[in-house]
């Protein structure tokens, strides 16, 4: 995205903080890892890993999703082997 400023272009990046996934991030962009290396994607929208569950970090994997899954079956009490709670 770009816009005017004081007669000057710019462009400003546009970063989607979701609830419980990750945080997506107008690419392409360069991920500068704690270590000082440096991770390049080159997509158009780029997906960051906040969960810290991602096999490919610094970029989300889905693996989130796992973990909402094992909360719910949590929540819904222990099933039996036929798949009933119990
Ligand atoms: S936020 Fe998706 S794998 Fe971590």
Same mark, same amino acid.
């Given at each position: ?37 440096? +991770? @390049?994607?080159? #997509?158009?929208?780029? &997906? ?8 490919? %970090? ?9 973990? +909402? @899954?094992?909360? #719910?079956?949590?929540? &819904? ?8 709670? %119990?």
């Amino acid at each position: 995205m770009t816009s005017r400023s004081g007669g000057r272009r710019e462009r400003v990046s546009r970063v989607v903080v979701t609830g419980e996934g990750p945080i997506l991030v107008e690419g392409p962009v360069d991920v500068v890892m704690d270590n000082g290396t440096v +991770v @390049r994607s080159a #997509r158009s929208l780029v &997906a960051l890993c906040t969960c810290r569950r991602s096999r490919i %970090a610094p970029f989300c994997d889905t693996s989130h999703r796992c973990k +909402v @899954r094992a909360e #719910r079956v949590d929540r &819904a009490g222990p099933l039996t082997s036929a798949g009933e709670e %119990a």
